[in-house]
């Protein structure tokens, strides 16, 4: 059997982040009930918003600029965890996106 993946979502306690990175983790965690072994919650301080799959990093707030919208972080995890499955609505939204952009 393979390993489950880890998700890490490490949030500034200074800025109060919380409830976005806790919210985040239960998204993830109904949307991939049998891909993910984890979801931790990593506090720090320095306006820090992180997210990594198994150690490397698919959202980074002082990198991508802000914070990823829902949808967008489902597809980045799905592409680590299980590449191929449908996300339904997320994936359809994507695609409407791209041909409107």
Partial sequence: MATKARVAITYCT?????MRA?????????TFPDDLG??????????????AV???TIWNRKVDGGFPEIT??????????????SLGH???AAQADLSTG
């Avoid at 984890?38 to 997210?51: H, K, N, Y």
């Fill in 54 to 56: 198994d150690g490397e």
């Fill in 72 to 85: 967008v972080l489902k597809r980045l995890v799905r592409d680590r965890v299980a590449p191929g499955r």
């Fill in 22 to 30: 806790a919210w985040m983790a239960q998204e993830l965690l109904t």
């Fill in 38 to 51: 984890e979801v931790a919650l990593v506090p720090t301080t320095g306006g820090v918003f992180r997210i």
């Fill in 14 to 18: 200074q800025c109060r982040w919380l």
């Fill in 90 to 92: 997320a994936d359809a």
